[in-house]
């Protein structure tokens, strides 16, 4: 069975930073696209960012290129959001997201990935 565990996350003023993990057991995480996702209340779920398995390619929405940044240690099993200069409108529940990496479908539709973390909640503060 597959768990993905998330960490980080929390109350950060407006401009700072934060740093998301997301810990991968019970497949090989080298075979996984990874993604992260968020929703605010209220709205619906967004895309955020995407890595592939081979880890050479990456995807970001345009609300948070150049601020976000996805990574990943395939020797801890780990995908990670770095997130910099974050602004009000960055506050939600975010939520990593695998997929094996032959499953087909788009990076930022979320039905294509099968498996999610248990969610983090980011409040950016004024």
């Known amino acids: 069975q597959v768990e993905l565990v998330q960490s980080g996350g929390g109350l950060v003023q407006a401009g700072g930073s934060l740093r998301l993990s997301c810990t991968v057991s019970?497949?090989?995480?080298?075979?996984?696209?990874m993604a992260w996702f968020r929703q605010a209340t209220g709205k619906e779920q967004e895309f955020v960012a995407a890595?592939?398995?081979?880890?050479?390619?990456?995807y970001y929405s345009d609300s948070v290129k150049g601020r976000f940044i996805i990574s990943r240690d395939n020797t801890e099993n780990t995908v990670f959001l770095q997130m910099t200069e974050l602004k009000r409108e960055d506050t939600a529940v975010y939520y990593c997201?695998?997929?094996?990496?032959?499953?087909?479908?788009?990076?930022?539709?979320?039905?294509?990935?099968?498996?999610w973390g248990q969610g983090t909640q980011v409040t950016v503060s004024l």
């Open positions: 019970g497949r090989a995480f080298s075979s996984l696209h």
């Open positions: 997201a695998a997929k094996n990496h032959a499953a087909g479908g788009a990076p930022h539709i979320p039905p294509v990935y099968r498996y």
């Open positions: 890595i592939e398995w081979s880890n050479t390619d990456t």
